[in-house]
């Protein structure tokens, strides 16, 4: 039997994840035509089935299928991982009006890359996968100058390894990174390229995100008491897959559901003491289903949490015309 659970906190929602989904909603209530996402808005399966069927909103992965959708929406709405200017450009050319619900975090690094590129550097961008949207859309922002640098122990797929990786001029060389990435992996994989490269320059403020580095301390903190973990993530979530990692290798034991459903196809065999979290993009109400059902198979479950919620807020985003001004 399972005699407690340790909630972490802060778990689920961060602030840009608020922000993006708030943006959908709005827009969703006052568009008198369809809304559509460019991406999953987040990266959660709950979020964006309940948008769609509750909201009717669509979700493309190509900008051109937005003027042949039922309803002819013309409202097209960035998800919260960014997009490069391409996805921009094609937009005004379409004639799209723009909700961007990039996270401001996120936008912060774009920023980072357009000013280095400017300046001539050649960018190491840290990642986990070339295919994420957020390396795409940072990566977009200067792709001549930019080369993907996997994470520690991520190669391959289009991602250079930190210790082979070359650049054409090793005195001008600056490292950024996705902001959801391990924290631990992301400072070893920058020494070994301050290594490599001694000028490599570090701007003065982290790219990963503070959610990331909450979640992640709190999984650190919780890991030591506990027999296992349960973090509530879809699997392309890159900061929930992180905590899975982190947590396996804090507890040794840890184990990923999409919701409450999932338990019944868990091993929790010998766990007296359970931690849960869930990823940035994870609707709480899920992890409560989590606990109610650990609840009605253990009747003596003792769920505790201690820790801090964040409070941090980012402005909603506007709703610009195809030619750039706020309607
Ligand atoms: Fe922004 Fe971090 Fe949340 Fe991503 S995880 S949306 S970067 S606050």
Redesign the pocket.
């Known amino acids: 039997m399972i005699e407690r659970a340790l909630l972490a906190k802060p778990r689920g ?5 608020v ?2 989904i708030g943006a959908v909603e709005k827009a969703a209530r006052q568009e008198d035509r369809p809304v559509t996402v460019y991406h999953s808005i ?1 990266h959660n399966h709950t979020v964006v089935a309940r948008l769609e069927r509750e909201r009717g909103v669509h979700f493309v992965e190509d900008l051109d299928s937005v003027p042949a959708l039922p309803g002819g929406g013309d409202t097209i709405v960035f998800s ?2 960014g997009v490069s200017p391409l996805v921009r450009a094609r937009a005004r050319e379409l004639g799209l009006s723009t909700i961007d619900a990039t ?4 936008t912060k690094v774009h920023t980072e890359a357009k000013k280095y590129a400017r300046e001539g550097y050649t960018i190491l961008l840290i990642g986990d996968s070339a295919r994420h949207q ?1 390396v795409i859309g940072t990566q977009g922002e200067a792709p001549e100058a930019t080369l993907l640098v996997g994470v520690l122990g991520k190669t391959g797929e289009g991602l250079h390894d930190p210790y082979t990786v070359r650049v054409p001029d090793p005195e001008r060389v600056v490292v950024l990174t996705q ?2 990435l391990s924290v631990d992996d992301t400072r070893r994989t920058v020494d070994i390229l301050k290594a490599r490269f001694p000028a490599l320059l570090i701007p003065p403020s982290e790219d ?5 580095k909450n979640r992640q301390d709190e999984v650190k903190r919780i890991a030591k008491q506990v027999d296992a973990f349960l973090v509530v993530t879809s699997t392309h979530s ?2 929930g897959m992180r905590l899975l990692e982190l947590a396996e290798a804090e507890c040794g034991r840890a184990l990923r559901l999409e919701s409450a459903a999932d338990l019944d196809g868990l091993n929790l065999e010998g766990v007296r003491t359970v931690g849960i979290t869930s990823a ?2 994870t609707p709480d109400d899920l992890v409560q289903a989590v606990v109610e059902r650990l609840r009605a198979a253990n009747p003596a479950l003792v769920v505790s949490e201690e820790g801090e919620w964040e409070h ?1 807020e ?1 402005r909603e985003p506007k709703k610009l015309g195809p030619n750039g001004m706020a309607l």
Request: proline letters at 4%.
């Open positions: 929602f961060c602030a840009g994840v922000m993006a987040v919260a991982h996270c401001p975090l996120v957020e902001t959801t990963l995100c503070y959610a990331t890159s900061n940035a993009s941090i980012f």
